[in-house]
């Protein structure tokens, strides 16, 4: 018989390696998370004081700079404060509270981007009727749904997870509080706990990614229909920012959560945790600012009211 043991706190073993190694990652850990917060913070002070970006796409996209923000400040604080601590403990509401909210972030930004594809989509292939569809009211409604729906998916997540009994081990093979390394340490069976992981966030990703899909579909489509160069390579310009973004996120979590395999393989897992949780993050501002005009014009505008 398996004895169950009611764990008051967990060990988030983190990355391997001596003094040297824990040094290195200390010091990349926290380079990506002071340019996350640099660059997402930027990102949301621009949208918000340039008249001109008040518009449905800036303000989805603001609300992505704001879920990037609370994603990489939900793990790296804890995680560099672990790369030298002896204990590297972390109780078991601190664990359930960090997970809720890792989980809560990600299906938040995975919801999203898909409503940022719709948003393109209504703009390029239905512009007269873009005003009305995409007024004030329906973006507001927009975000407080993948905000829901982040909030249904976490509460699930985290309340099968955490109701599991853990056997003797209280030592979690991860750097945050993750499903895998969870379900690994967890007694009894956890088929119920795979089958809704893989389950849910597939459906998620791949629910997501259809609408994405079709969306760019017709934008393709009404693109290689435009007479006008300029106006075919501001729209390129604009989608290739929101594909790149997709492309990165979307990939990530499709190896992390929704293929079968991928419990076992916690050192994978760590390196590709690391990519989504704190490079994504720091990439999307970048992505987003460098290949757009509006953003650049809107930088330009601030920096020159600023130093007059």
């Known amino acids: 018989f398996i004895t169950a043991v009611y764990i008051q706190d967990f060990v988030l073993e983190g990355f391997g390696g001596g003094l040297e190694t824990q040094a290195l990652l200390f010091t990349l850990f926290l380079a990506l ?10 990102m949301i002070i621009i949208i918000t004081l340039d008249a001109r970006l008040h518009s449905p796409m800036y303000f989805f996209l603001k609300n992505l ?36 909210f890792i989980s809560l972030m990600a299906t938040t930004e995975c919801f999203l981007l898909g409503v940022m594809a719709y948003d393109r989509f209504m703009a390029i292939c239905s512009p007269l009727r873009y005003p009305s569809t995409m007024c004030q009211s329906a973006c507001t409604r927009l975000v407080l749904g993948a905000y829901c729906g982040g909030c249904f998916n976490s509460v699930v997540q985290t309340s099968f997870t955490f109701h599991l009994p853990f056997c003797s081990s209280n030592r979690i093979n991860h750097f945050f509080c993750d499903v895998p390394p969870l379900l690994q340490i967890a007694c009894g069976n956890t088929a119920i706990n795979e089958l809704l992981l893989f389950g849910i966030c597939g459906l998620i990703i791949v629910g997501v990614t ?3 899909l079709i969306s760019y579909g017709y934008i393709t489509v009404t693109i290689l229909r435009m007479g006008s160069g300029a106006g075919r390579h501001k729209i390129f310009s604009t989608c290739g920012s929101h594909m790149t973004a997709v492309t990165l996120f979307f990939g990530t979590l499709f190896v992390m959560y929704a293929q079968p395999g991928a419990i076992e393989s916690m050192e994978q897992g760590k390196v590709v945790s690391v990519f989504y949780t704190l490079v994504i993050p720091m990439l999307n501002p970048l992505i987003y600012s460098l290949r757009n005009k509006d953003v ?7 920096s020159s009211h600023t130093v007059m």
């Open 65 to 100: 700079s704001f879920v990037d923000l609370c994603y990489s400040s939900v793990i790296a604080p804890n995680a560099l404060a672990n790369f030298f601590s002896s204990s590297k403990v972390i109780t078991f509401a601190g664990c359930a509270t960090q997970f809720f």
């Open 33 to 42: 998370y002071m340019v996350t917060l640099l660059g997402n913070i930027l």
């Open 296 to 302: 650049k014009e809107a930088v330009q505008r601030l």
């Open 210 to 212: 259809f609408v994405i």
